[in-house]
């Protein structure tokens, strides 16, 4: 096999759920932030060591991060980021010298968006807002995603949350599991069939959600902790 470890770092959460009916923020949201390493599969390949959506603060992270895996962040080689919204990055800080990926539709919408916002403040007689430009340089270092980033580990996209929303299927004799990002945002979210109401397209992330059902075996969600699905317990 060529995964040789799948770690939750951290096991993420939403500031509401309206299953649980909460209709106003009661805690900070963070991302779920998965770990992979891999062995030597490919003759011309490395062992990469992939972090996906890096949510919680850099200190904090890079500190779970220890206590889960014994790694230190300069350990990481590539950090993958399911979308671009920004809780799912706070702790990018912390891997300056691993390579960012993420796919290469949410990089184009998250350019567009950035280009709509500049144009919105010249167009109202303003200066842009400097985060803009510091939303620039962040992203100009975020390199697409290749199909495979590593063997057995595959880009799977499941727009519809954002644009290029993007999970990660990793392929195993006996199981599939997939990364979903923000397509599935827990556990209680999969088994209503529910996604969440702020989609860029909400019908795309239903259609992404149905698909899940048919493939998925473990699936480990944007705010909360991996769970077997009904395939698995059916299989």
Same mark, same amino acid.
């Given at each position: ?39 030597? %599969?490919?003759?011309?390949? #490395? ?6 959506? /890096? ?6 992270? #890079? ?10 962040? &300069? ?19 912390? @891997?300056?010298? #691993? ?21 919105? %403040? ?6 842009? &807002? ?13 390199? /697409? ?27 195993? /004799? ?15 979210? @999969?088994?209503?069939?529910?996604? @969440? ?23 480990? /969600?944007?705010? &909360? ?11």
């Amino acid at each position: 096999r060529s995964l040789r470890d799948l770690i939750l770092v951290s096991i993420g959460t939403l500031s509401k759920n309206p299953l649980w009916n909460e209709r106003i923020p009661v805690r900070t949201s963070h991302a779920t932030t998965t770990l992979l390493r891999t062995t030597v %599969a490919d003759t011309d390949r #490395a062992p990469r060591t992939i972090l996906v959506d /890096p949510s919680l603060p850099a200190q904090i992270l #890079a500190a779970r991060l220890e206590e889960r895996s014994g790694l230190r962040p &300069d350990a990481v080689t590539h950090v993958f980021l399911t979308n671009w919204r920004p809780i799912h990055r706070r702790g990018l800080d912390a @891997f300056p010298h #691993a390579t960012w990926w993420m796919h290469e539709t949410e990089i184009d919408a998250a350019s567009e968006a950035l280009d709509r916002a500049t144009q919105a %403040a010249e167009n109202q007689g303003h200066t842009p &807002d400097p985060l803009i430009q510091q939303e620039r340089d962040l992203l100009a270092r975020v390199h /697409p995603a290749p199909d495979d980033l590593a063997a057995g580990v595959d880009l799977y996209p499941l727009p519809g949350y954002t644009p290029g929303q993007c999970g990660l299927l990793i392929s195993e /004799p006996t199981r599939t599991t997939i990364i979903a990002g923000d397509a599935v945002p827990t556990a209680a979210h @999969f088994l209503a069939g529910q996604v @969440f109401p702020d989609c860029y397209d909400l019908a795309k992330a239903k259609e992404s959600l149905g698909e899940l059902y048919e493939v998925a075996d473990l699936i480990i /969600p944007g705010h &909360d902790n991996l769970f077997l699905t009904p395939r698995a317990h059916s299989v």
